[in-house]
Antibody, heavy 127, light 113 residues
Framework: QVQLQGSGPGLVKPSQTLSLTCTVS??????????WTWVRQPAGQGLEWIGR???????NYRPSLRSRVKISVDTSKNQISLELSSVTAADTAVYYC???????????????????WGQGTTVTVSS | DIVMTQSPDSLAVSLGERATISCKSSQSVLYNSNNKNDLAWYQQKPGQPPKLIIYWASTRDSGVPDRFIGSGSGTDFTLTINSLQAEDVAVYFCQQSYRTPYTFGQGTKLHIK
């Protein structure tokens, strides 16, 4: 059973860099065709897709965050990392890591949804 | 960005009755090469992460009860929950995976009347 466990500081000062890690268990992050994704949710609000990284290292980021965000993979630790620089109070949220999965149809692989989610890491930006 | 708009924002339904949630996208999310709509539905209960219930607009994820039914194509989609159970109380989100950045609807809060 695949499980994702996020971790990282719960409190970050304004202008500093938020760094979170998502540890994957039950499978290798390099096996299969998946995207490993970060999504955030401010308290009482909706879901915001931050970005993703494929098992081959390709990344896609939300344009409004692209200048501040970096998603990377550490295959030796089976972890995905999120870095968000120059944070402000607007970055306060629960941060989720998730696996985007897909399937093969006629020799082409299609991704379709995020089927496994971590429990979420609450991050507050405050001095 | 593709804008996803859900209605209503909040919905009260009696136990055993039907709940219907609408989701509209600002552009079509029908992927022509596989004739699939890149539209998923998630259920989120308080203090928990979202849970995938429907993908490709109408395919239930493994283990999801058959009272959850997804329908629609192009820009208009519906999540129907038949015979509402107490454990279905949650916020429901639609999400498009047609184009990055992926976007979600604002959510519909479902509770018992």
């Amino acid at each position: 059973q695949v499980q994702l466990q996020g971790s990282g500081p719960g409190l970050v000062k304004p202008s500093q860099t938020l760094s979170l890690t998502c540890t994957v268990s039950g499978t290798s992050i390099t096996s299969g065709l998946y995207y490993w994704t970060w999504v955030r949710q401010p308290a009482g609000q909706g879901l915001e897709w931050i970005g993703r990284i494929s098992t081959t290292g390709d990344t896609n980021y939300r344009p409004s965050l692209r200048s501040r965000v970096k998603i990377s993979v550490d295959t030796s630790k089976n972890q995905i990392s999120l870095e968000l620089s120059s944070v402000t109070a607007a970055d306060t949220a629960v941060y989720y890591c998730a696996r985007e999965t897909g399937t093969w149809i006629l020799n082409y692989h299609y991704y379709y949804a995020m089927d496994v989610w971590g429990q979420g890491t609450t991050v507050t930006v405050s001095s | 960005d593709i804008v996803m708009t859900q209605s209503p924002d909040s919905l009260a339904v009696s136990l055993g009755e039907r709940a219907t949630i609408s989701c509209k996208s600002s552009q079509s999310v029908l992927y022509n090469s596989n004739n699939k709509n890149d539209l998923a539905w998630y259920q989120q209960k308080p203090g928990q992460p979202p849970k995938l219930i429907i993908y490709w607009a109408s395919t239930r994820d493994s283990g999801v009860p058959d009272r959850f039914i997804g329908s629609g194509s192009g820009t208009d989609f519906t999540l129907t929950i038949n015979s509402l159970q107490a454990e279905d109380v949650a916020v429901y989100f639609c999400q498009q995976s047609y184009r990055t950045p992926y976007t979600f609807g604002q959510g519909t809060k479902l509770h018992i009347k």
